[in-house]
């Protein structure tokens, strides 16, 4: 199991930008992909983004698509969500989570083994 840490979550307005990063507590070998999902008040968690260890590969929820941008830096140990375009309905805690289950791509809560605590992101009207 790896722990995963988020940390950039805070309040912004409606348009504005935030990057949001997740660092793991070792390296990661190259079966090891990671992404964001995230889970607003009363609602399901919802995935947003996912990315495979080169960094080259990666797939975006259609609500999130050309205004989130996913990239990792494996030297770090360390993948990033940034966002832009901001709406109000991104309102939600993010998760960072990694896994090494063969299979592309990997949308679902379930098909990944380690999950961070989360990350508060506020978007204002």
């Known amino acids: 199991q790896v722990q995963l840490t988020e940390s950039g979550g805070g309040l912004v307005p409606a348009g504005g930008s935030l990057r949001l990063s997740c660092a793991a507590s070792r390296r990661t070998f190259s079966s090891y992909y990671m992404g964001w999902f995230r889970q607003a008040p009363g609602k399901e968690r919802e995935f947003v983004a996912t990315i495979r260890w080169s960094g080259t590969t990666t797939y975006y929820a259609d609500s999130v698509k050309g205004r989130f941008t996913i990239s990792r830096d494996n030297a770090k140990n360390t993948v990033y969500l940034q966002m832009n375009s901001l709406k109000a309905e991104d309102t939600a805690v993010y998760y960072c989570?990694?896994?090494?289950?063969?299979?592309?791509?990997?949308?679902?809560?379930?098909?990944?083994?380690?999950w961070g605590q989360g990350t508060q992101v506020t978007v204002s009207s």
């Open positions: 989570a990694g896994g090494s289950i063969t299979g592309w791509p990997r949308s679902r809560s379930y098909e990944y083994d380690d």
